[in-house]
């Protein structure tokens, strides 16, 4: 099992840049690593993706802008977020999730909170 902690969240005007860091208690070696966004009055979207071999996703509203990181040695992933703007405020979540013994296994940190004024 993971314990997944978020943090760099904020307060940002538009135009400007945060990183957001996501910190295992465990490793993440075997999971693929995402970050999700919960904006209010919306439904939960997937922001961005890393598999184990490094492979990345990115929902089409934050392509070119944000990039995910990984670092397995240190059990941490990062969200580089670029250009913000008021549509990308939200609660950011680190979710790991890993295909094992017929089964999906999935945890969720707590989520930081992302606010970008225009």
């Known amino acids: 099992q993971v314990q997944l902690v978020e943090s760099g969240g904020g307060f940002v005007q538009a135009g400007g840049s945060l990183r957001l860091s996501c910190t295992s208690s465990?490793?993440?070696?075997?999971?693929?690593m995402e970050w999700h966004r919960q904006a209010p009055g919306k439904q939960r979207e997937l922001v961005a993706a890393m598999t184990t071999s490094g492979s990345t996703t990115y929902s089409d509203s934050v392509k070119g802008r944000f990039t995910i990181s990984r670092d397995d040695a240190n059990n941490m992933m990062n969200l580089q977020m670029n250009g913000l703007v008021p549509e990308d405020t939200g609660v950011y979540l680190c979710?790991?999730?890993?295909?094992?013994?017929?089964?999906?296994?999935?945890?969720w940190g707590q989520g930081t909170q992302v606010t970008v004024s225009s």
């Open positions: 979710n790991a999730v890993q295909w094992t013994s017929g089964e999906w296994n999935e945890y």
């Open positions: 465990g490793s993440i070696r075997l999971y693929t």
